[in-house]
């Protein structure tokens, strides 16, 4: 059974960093690309940053490019998000996900974690 279960949202001043971590098992980890997509209140998702298998290639949405950084650690099975330079409109539910391909992984991904609340605000 494939899990994703994020960590390291909080309330986060404007300006502020925050990592986020998502820790997968239940699947062969490096066959896969993992994905950020996040949730704001009363909006749709909107896909934030990707990473393929091999950490070779990373993408992003425009308004998170220079901001934040995907990675991941094959060894530990886990994937992470920087993020610095955090604003209002930052504030969301952000969850990991992951799907075999890289081009599924930035629209429809197969399976998806539960979520972590990310908070900007002063």
């Known amino acids: 059974e494939v899990q994703l279960v994020e960590s390291g949202g909080g309330l986060v001043q404007p300006g502020g960093s925050l990592r986020l971590s998502c820790a997968a098992s239940g699947f062969t980890f490096d066959d896969y690309a993992m994905s950020w997509v996040r949730q704001a209140p009363g909006k749709g998702l909107e896909w934030v940053s990707a990473i393929t298998w091999n950490g070779g290639s990373t993408y992003y949405a425009e308004p998170m490019k220079g901001r934040f950084t995907i990675s991941r650690d094959n060894a530990k099975n886990m994937v992470y998000l920087q993020m610095n330079r955090l604003k209002p409109e930052d504030t969301a539910v952000y969850y990991c996900?992951?799907?075999?391909?890289?081009?599924?992984?930035?629209?429809?991904?197969?399976?998806w974690g539960q979520g972590t609340q990310v908070t900007v605000s002063s």
């Open positions: 996900a992951t799907d075999p391909s890289i081009t599924a992984v930035r629209s429809t991904p197969a399976y």
